[in-house]
C-alpha cells in the first residue's frame, strides 16, 4: 500500500469546515483513498473512502486532486465531537482480507 | 446502527497467564480483525480471518497468539501466556465484504502485572 503523510496536527474553530490535508504521492491506478478517525482511544471509525471522483456521505466530503496524488476531508461543519485523530490510508480493494495500515495520523482539536 | 461488540472492556492478568478476549461481530460480516494499540501508539494490525483461516497476520502474531470462530456468532483472541508488553487495547473489526469499510469495536484493555 502507498505511504500517506498528514500533518500532525489541526485546529478549527466549532461550526467551521474543517479540512484535512493527505498528501499520497505514490498511489498506484487501483488503490482507494480511506479515512478514518479514532476519538480518544475509542475503536477507529469509518469516515469514507474514493478511487477518483469526489465522495460526500453524511459525515464528510473527499476531495480528490484529478492526479491522484492528494486528498482533502472536509468536515462541512465541526463539532466538539468531532475532536479525534483522523487517518488517511491508501490501500487496494484485493480478494483477500488484508491489513488496514494506520499512520500517525492528523490530531484534530475543535476549539469551542 | 449494528455494531461489533467486544467483552471484557478491562482484563487484569498476571504475567503468564492465558486470556481470551472475545468479540461479537456485526452478523452479516464474514471477514474478521484484531488490532491492537499500546497506549500512545499506533494501531497495529494483529491478523485477519476469514472462511475458518487466517488470511493474514502480522509479526506481532506469533505462536502465542490464535484466533477462533467457535460457533456462528463469536469471534476470539487467545493468548496462551501473557507478557508486559501485551499490555494494550485490543480492537476486533468486521467487514462484509474483503478490506472493505471495517467496524471496530470499542475494544478491550488488557492489563497484564
Redesign the interface.
Known amino acids: 500500500d502507498a505511504k500517506t503523510t498528514q500533518p500532525p496536527s489541526m485546529d478549527c474553530a466549532e461550526g467551521r469546515a474543517a479540512n484535512l490535508p493527505c498528501n499520497h504521492s505514490t498511489i498506484s491506478g487501483n488503490e482507494y483513498v480511506?479515512w478514518?478517525r479514532?476519538i480518544h482511544?475509542?475503536?477507529?471509525?469509518?469516515i469514507i473512502?474514493g478511487l477518483k471522483n469526489n465522495e460526500t456521505n453524511e459525515m464528510a466530503s473527499l476531495i480528490i486532486t484529478e492526479d491522484r496524488k492528494s486528498s482533502t476531508l472536509i468536515l462541512p461543519h465541526a463539532t466538539l465531537r468531532d475532536t479525534a485523530v483522523y487517518y488517511c490510508i491508501v490501500?487496494?480493494?484485493?480478494?483477500?482480507?488484508?491489513?488496514?495500515?494506520?499512520?500517525?495520523g492528523t490530531q484534530l482539536t475543535v476549539l469551542p | 446502527e449494528p455494531e461489533v461488540t467486544q467483552t471484557p472492556s478491562h482484563q487484569v492478568t498476571q504475567m503468564g497467564q492465558e486470556v481470551i478476549l472475545r468479540c461479537v461481530p456485526i452478523s452479516n460480516h464474514l471477514y474478521f480483525y484484531w488490532y491492537r494499540q499500546i497506549l500512545g501508539q499506533k494501531v497495529e494490525f494483529l491478523v485477519s480471518f476469514y472462511n475458518n483461516e487466517i488470511s493474514e497476520k502480522s509479526e506481532i502474531f506469533d505462536d502465542q497468539f490464535s484466533v477462533e470462530r467457535p460457533d456462528g456468532s463469536n469471534f476470539t483472541l487467545k493468548i496462551r501466556s501473557t507478557k508486559l508488553e501485551d499490555s494494550a487495547m485490543y480492537f476486533c473489526a468486521s467487514s462484509p465484504r474483503p478490506n472493505e469499510k471495517l467496524f471496530f469495536g470499542s475494544g478491550t484493555q488488557l492489563s497484564v502485572l
Open positions: 480511506y478514518y479514532q482511544s475509542q475503536g477507529p471509525q469509518y473512502h490501500r487496494v480493494l484485493s480478494g483477500s482480507a488484508r491489513q488496514l495500515t494506520f499512520g500517525s
